[in-house]
């Protein structure tokens, strides 16, 4: 991933990418280089064991965050779990004003 980015690095940009490439030793690394990273993220990408488990646990609309250094990694559970990874972002959770059709929950 690194030589993807070769002619970015030290110029403090912001990348945004999917769960391909995306993993928390990535993360930990670019923000030395003056990168930030944000995207979603697969399982087996480095994710804590116990955040992990604790995603499994949660209702639809609820969401789990840890943070490791300077990366934020989130797990929020939709239909299914979504699990996102950033060095730009914090954890404020906002609303969005709407609310979900089926249900009537407000969608954050």
Same mark, same amino acid.
């Given at each position: 991933? !690194?030589?993807?980015?070769?002619?970015? !690095?030290?110029?403090?940009?912001?990348?945004?990418?999917?769960?391909?490439?995306?993993?928390?030793?990535?993360?930990?690394?670019?923000?030395?280089?003056?990168?930030?990273?944000?995207? %979603?993220?697969?399982?087996?990408?480095?994710?804590?064991?116990?955040?992990?488990?604790?995603?499994?646990? !949660?209702?639809?609309?609820?969401?789990?965050?840890?943070?490791?250094?300077?990366?934020?990694?989130?797990?929020?559970?939709?239909?299914? !779990?979504?699990?996102?990874?950033?060095?730009?972002?914090?954890?404020?959770?906002?609303? %969005?004003?709407? %609310?979900?059709?089926?249900?009537?929950?407000?969608?954050?």
């Amino acid at each position: 991933m !690194l030589s993807l980015l070769d002619r970015n !690095l030290g110029q403090n940009h912001h990348v945004y990418h999917d769960n391909y490439y995306n993993s928390v030793r990535l993360a930990q690394t670019l923000p030395d280089r003056n990168v930030r990273v944000c995207g %979603t993220m697969r399982a087996n990408r480095g994710i804590p064991h116990d955040q992990e488990e604790d995603g499994k646990c !949660l209702k639809k609309g609820q969401s789990a965050l840890q943070r490791i250094r300077d990366v934020m990694v989130q797990v929020w559970k939709v239909k299914r !779990l979504v699990r996102m990874i950033s060095t730009i972002h914090d954890a404020t959770i906002v609303n %969005t004003g709407r %609310t979900e059709r089926k249900t009537n929950m407000e969608i954050k």
